[in-house]
């Protein structure tokens, strides 16, 4: 199945720098990648995703690149607020095809 | 629009109890999905439904897991009988056509 590899582990920033997550996969007929991010004793929300016919999406402060050539792609957050502290998961395809294999995870800490 | 529904939010139980928990997908979702997420990991896919029928079980433990969708809406997810390495926080998940997924707050499950 997929494998879905997702540095750094933890991450650590400023209030107002950037911060940026990335992911491998290993499946290159992959064409769907969500970011989730994930709170203390909630479930994962979605914050951002993008499909393979797109190098880059925004939205506000996130962005998502995008190199299928390389197989990765990449979370983008910019002027960083303490409430982005959180955990970061990546994610991509099974075989199946709609079920999600996930990265380990990016624990986010953004300090004033 | 209500999201995905859980309960219980919290379980504990001794090795060997059995236990059940229940999912309510967003209005109108075919596809449900059963997540484990183990401390410190992504979520792992256990089962996938579409409707009422199976599409993906190949990692749930079917030895001891179970789980069902009777009439294409609700579903449970048993354990019987649980073992310590069962702790872990069991999520749901529902999409339409798309690929999109939405998440419930999960149920922790603590095995004793």
């Known amino acids: 199945g997929e494998n879905v590899e997702q540095h750094p582990s933890t991450l650590s920033v400023q209030e107002g720098d950037s911060a940026v997550i990335k992911c491998t996969y290993s499946?290159?007929?992959?064409?769907?990648f969500p970011w989730y991010k994930q709170e203390l004793g909630k479930g994962p929300q979605l914050i951002i995703d993008i499909r393979s016919n797109v190098g880059e999406k925004k939205d506000q402060r996130i962005a998502v690149t995008l190199n299928k050539t390389a197989k990765h792609f990449s979370l983008h957050i910019t002027e960083t607020q303490p409430e982005d502290s959180a955990v970061y998961f990546c994610?991509?395809?099974?075989?199946?095809?709609?079920?999600?294999?996930f990265g380990k995870g990016t624990s986010l800490l953004v300090t004033p | 629009e209500a999201g995905v529904a859980q309960s219980p939010r919290y379980k504990i139980i001794e090795k060997r109890q059995s236990v059940a928990f229940w999912c309510n997908p967003i209005?109108?979702?075919?596809?449900l999905y059963w997540y484990q997420q183990i401390l410190g990991q992504g979520p792992k896919l256990l089962i996938q439904f579409q409707n009422n029928g199976v599409v993906d079980d190949s990692q749930l433990p079917k030895d001891r897991f179970s789980a069902e969708r009777l009439k294409g809406v609700d579903s449970t997810l048993k354990i019987q009988p649980a073992k310590l390495e069962d702790s872990a926080v069991y999520l749901c998940?529902?999409?339409?056509?798309?690929?999109?997924?939405?998440f419930g707050p999960g149920t922790r499950l603590t095995v004793l």
């Open positions: 499946d290159s007929a992959s064409n769907y």
């Open positions: 994610a991509a395809p099974t075989n199946s095809g709609y079920a999600l294999n």
């Open positions: 998940a529902s999409s339409s056509l798309t690929d999109t997924q939405y």
């Open positions: 209005s109108g979702h075919a596809t």
